[in-house]
Antibody
Framework: EVQVVESGGGLVQPGGSLKLSCATS????????IHWVRQASGKGLEWVSR??????????TYAASVRGRFIISRDASETTAYLHMSSLKTEDTAVYYC????????????WGRGTLVTVSS | DIVMTQFPDSLAVSLGERATINCKAG????????????LAWYQQRPGQPPKLLIY???TREFGVPDRFSGSGSGTDFTLTISSVQAEDVAVYYC?????????FGQGTTVEIK
């Protein structure tokens, strides 16, 4: 069974840092791009970042709103992906979801249940 | 960015009636080499993560009731709930995954009239 489980959320002050983890199992981790998507309370879904598969050399992409402040990474040996967030702003407050994607999987998208990040003084 | 636009923003439907949600992509999400539309639909109930209902525009996820169906191709897509039940009260999102990163519609809220 495919599992995607986020952790690491919490309360942090503006300007602070936080590292989210995304533990996965049940699929070939190195073959699947991993995405982070966030959702502020009462708002829609916003894509944050992507790290590619081994085939595309783990290329990374970021939304303009987080570029230069967030870093996405992955550890193949642990089948875990990370989102290191720094210089946090109050507008980064949201539930952060980790998603795995595989063109050849059924279904192609798997979501975790999310972890809440609150940026407040 | 591929902009996804849903309409209506909200709709109120009587129990047992049909609900139709539309989604328009800013460019085609049909990949010609495999003839697949890179379009998914999600349901999100309050306090819950999004739940995948439909992928490849019309393939129902395992366990999703057959009253949910997806249709469309290219830039125009529809999610239909053939007979709305009380548990279908939720926000529904479309998502394209044709581009290297996904984008979502703004959401459509379904309520019971």
């Amino acid at each position: 069974e495919v599992q995607v489980v986020e952790s690491g959320g919490g309360l942090v002050q503006p300007g602070g840092s936080l590292k989210l983890s995304c533990a996965t199992s049940g699929f070939t981790f190195s073959d699947s791009p991993i995405h982070w998507v966030r959702q502020a309370s009462g708002k829609g879904l916003e894509w944050v970042s992507r790290i590619g598969s081994k085939a595309d050399k783990y290329a990374t992409t970021y939304a303009a709103s987080v570029r230069g402040r967030f870093i996405i990474s992955r550890d193949a040996s642990e089948t875990t992906a990370y989102l290191h967030m720094s210089s946090l702003k109050t507008e980064d407050t949201a539930v952060y979801y980790c998603l795995s994607y595989s063109l050849y999987a059924t279904p192609p998208w798997r979501w975790g249940r999310g972890t809440l990040v609150t940026v407040s003084s | 960015d591929i902009v996804m636009t849903q309409f209506p923003d909200s709709l109120a439907v009587s129990l047992g009636e049909r609900a139709t949600i539309n989604c328009k992509a800013g460019q085609s999400v049909l990949y010609s080499s495999n003839n697949k539309n890179y379009l998914a639909w999600y349901q999100q109930r309050p306090g819950q993560p999004p739940k995948l209902l439909i992928y490849w525009a019309s393939t129902r996820e395992f366990g999703v009731p057959d009253r949910f169906s997806g249709s469309g191709s290219g830039t125009d897509f529809t999610l239909t709930i053939s007979s709305v039940q009380a548990e279908d009260v939720a926000v529904y999102y479309c998502q394209q995954y044709y581009a290297p990163y996904p984008t979502f519609g703004q959401g459509t809220t379904v309520e019971i009239k």
